[in-house]
Nanobody
Framework: QLHLVESGGGLVQNGGSLRLSCAAS????????IGWFRQAPGKEREGVSC????????FYADSVKGRFTISRDNTGNAVYLQMNSLKPEDTAVYYC?????????????????????WGRGTQVTVSS
């Protein structure tokens, strides 16, 4: 059974930075598309970013473009989300997810229904 584990969340001030990590238990993340999603209280879970299996194609939601950077380490063990210039509206629980069927466009890459495995999330809170 594949388990994804997020870490790196916390409380940060407006304009601050955090780096989230996504790791797999007993499984390599190599060759799989990995997405980051977030869900704020009372809102739908939304796609934030996705990186393809080769690490050479990344997608971002318009709301985070230019502030967030997704990457994967070359051991295949982790995917990261570097979040800079954080805003209070970035406050949410952040989830990483894996999809077994790769995609090549931003729309499908940020759609939660296309992902098969999910972590339990990590809380990010940005104070104003």
């Amino acid at each position: 059974q594949l388990h994804l584990v997020e870490s790196g969340g916390g409380l940060v001030q407006n304009g601050g930075s955090l780096r989230l990590s996504c790791a797999a238990s007993g499984f390599t993340l190599d060759y799989y598309d990995i997405g980051w999603f977030r869900q704020a209280p009372g809102k739908e879970r939304e796609g934030v970013s996705c990186i393809n299996g080769n690490g050479d194609n990344m997608f971002y939601a318009d709301s985070v473009k230019g502030r967030f950077t997704i990457s994967r380490d070359n051991t295949g063990n982790a995917v990261y989300l570097q979040m800079n210039s954080l805003k209070p509206e970035d406050t949410a629980v952040y989830y990483c997810a894996l999809r077994t069927v790769p995609g090549s466009d931003v729309a499908s890459s940020l759609k939660r229904e296309n992902y098969n495995y999910w972590g339990r999330g990590t809380q990010v809170t940005v104070s104003s």
